[in-house]
Structures are given as C-alpha cells and as structure tokens.
C-alpha cells in the first residue's frame, strides 16, 4: 500500500466515524420523543445535530482535500521527472482540482443531510400516527407512503389477532421505525443501498480517488504529457483488471495507442480505487 493509499483510507475511516455518530445522535433524539412526541422541539435537536456535523465535515474536507492531492502532485513531479517532461510555467491543476473535489463532496453531503432531515421528520409524522393507532388498538386506513404505514396497519392487524398489549404493538412500531433510520437502505446509488456511514465511506473513497484522475489528466495537459497507463487496484474488480497496463492516448491522435475515453476512465465504479499513470513511448519500451 503506497503512502496516499494509506492516507486515503484514513480519511475514508475518519468521515464515515463522523457520519456514524450523526446517525447514532439523531436516532436517540427520535427515541426520545416516541413516547411523547412534539414535531417542533425533535426536528429543532435533529437540524442543530446536522449543523453541527457540517461543521466537522467542512474541517474534514480540510484536511482531506489538500493533503493526497498535494502527495499526488508530488509524486506526479517525480515521475514527469524520470519520463524526462520539463515542468510547466503556469500551475492552475492542483488547485482547479481542489475546488472541483470540495464542490462535489459538498453535494454529496448536503444530499446525506437532506436524507437524515426527511427520514427524521418522516419518523416523527409516523410515531404520531403510531400513538393513536396503539391507542385505538386498531388499523386504520390511509394513503401508503413509501410502504410505512402498510406496515403499520399490518402491525395492527396481528396486534388484534392475537391479543398484544399496547406495550408490545408500540415496541413494534417503534422497532420498525428506529430500522428506517438505522438501517441499510438509508440512501440508493445506482440501484444500491447504502447506510449513512457506508455512503459516506463511499462518497469518499470514489471521489478522492476520481480527483487523483483528474489531477494526473489535468497535469499531464501541463507538462504535455500524452500517453498514460492503467493500473489496476490491488482488490481491482474484473472489468477494472482487464484494462490494467492498458496504454491509451490524452489526445487520440496517437497511431498505435487509443484514446483514454470516459469508460476506461478511474473511477469506473462506485469504490474503485484504480488510478492512471503518465508514461511515454521511451518508459513503454523498457517496460
Ligand atoms: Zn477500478
């Protein structure tokens, strides 16, 4: 494992700890208020415990925005060194890339935080309509949403068949509910679910990895380089093993290599962690 892929993995651990310990603040605020619920007071606690994991997310996006790309930059210099490219004058990738990756990890948050909002405030309109249920002791009738109540009307129904105390339906209910937040299908990416902190594990590792792409296209463009070669991860998936040590051409205009397009791009996938290197026609033919 090389040193950014190390430092990469670090930062992956540290924003998915952060995430997790919103899930696990919102989950007891939502607890909190089965028993009475007042939807003003709980979505209140539930925005200031989002607010305040902005606030942690924005410093790690300080630290983790910078630092590989900066090692990459690096590295970069080194390798345009030995394949004999001489640096540019003017140096706007390192920091075009910069802002571009704080844009999308922004997005992606915010999207993770407008998720937790609505699921809270899904949950409290829910444990509302739970205590009249538990209290009338039967099901009642209404506009399905996203399946909630459907289950809740089922969880009615058995809880009239077969006698449960008014205890054991609202212990039921409220397992069912506290599952919506803590579960697994907290956010859907391409057809996948994710929980909170598997999402942002996986915002981080696919988009940290992706702006180490762009860095290495946008200097390879600076230092005229124009040949670059796959290289697989080290738990790189099928698809991704095939191109590796594939060389492809920036420009496509080279008559042997063809040219880099979107599909044989890194990131290919959600979590791949495969990266393209600057090479040159001398550096292939000693290879
Ligand atoms: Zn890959």
Same mark, same amino acid.
């Given at each position: 494992m090389t040193k950014i892929e190390r430092e990469l993995e670090r930062l992956q651990t540290s924003i998915a700890a952060i995430y997790s310990g919103l899930k696990i603040e919102v989950v007891k605020i939502?607890?909190?208020d089965l028993a009475n619920p007042r939807p003003t007071a709980v979505m209140r606690s539930v925005n200031a415990a989002i607010d305040r994991t902005r606030t942690r997310a924005r410093a790690w996006m300080d630290e983790a925005i910078p630092g590989p790309l900066q090692m990459k930059s690096r590295e970069l210099a080194v390798k345009f060194n030995v394949l004999g490219f001489r640096p540019p004058g003017k140096r706007t990738a390192l920091i075009k890339t910069q802002e571009k990756l704080r844009e999308r990890l922004s997005d992606y948050l915010e999207k993770a935080h407008t998720r937790i909002r609505d699921s809270a405030s899904r949950f409290v309109m829910l444990s509302q309509r739970m205590k009249r249920t538990a209290a009338k002791f039967q099901a009642f009738a209404i506009e399905d949403v996203e399946g909630a109540?459907?289950?809740?009307?089922?969880?009615?129904? %058995?809880?009239?068949?077969?006698?449960?105390?008014?205890?054991?339906?609202? @212990?039921?209910? @409220?397992d069912f509910l506290l599952g919506e937040i803590e579960g697994d299908n907290f956010i859907t990416v391409n057809g996948r679910n994710y929980g909170i902190r598997?999402?942002? *594990?996986? +915002?981080?590792?696919? #988009?940290?990895? *992706?702006?180490?792409? #762009?860095?290495?296209?946008?200097?390879?463009?600076?230092?005229?380089?124009?040949? +670059?070669?796959?290289?697989?991860?080290?738990?790189?998936?099928? *698809?991704?093993?095939?191109?590796? *040590?594939? %060389?492809?051409?920036?420009?496509?205009?080279?008559? +042997?290599?063809?040219?880099l397009t979107d599909d044989v791009t890194p990131g290919i996938h959600p979590n791949c962690a495969c990266a393209i290197n600057p090479t040159s026609e001398e550096a292939i033919e000693f290879r």
């Open positions: 939502l607890e909190s109540y459907a289950k809740f009307e089922e969880l009615a129904d %058995i809880a009239a068949r077969e006698m449960w105390s008014r205890v054991r339906l609202q @212990k039921s209910m @409220k598997d999402y942002t *594990e996986m +915002v981080a590792r696919t #988009e940290l990895a *992706e702006a180490q792409t #762009e860095l290495t296209l946008a200097e390879c463009k600076e230092y005229g380089a124009d040949l +670059v070669e796959f290289s697989a991860s080290a738990n790189a998936c099928e *698809e991704c093993l095939s191109y590796n *040590e594939n %060389i492809y051409s920036l420009s496509g205009n080279h008559p +042997v290599y063809p040219e």
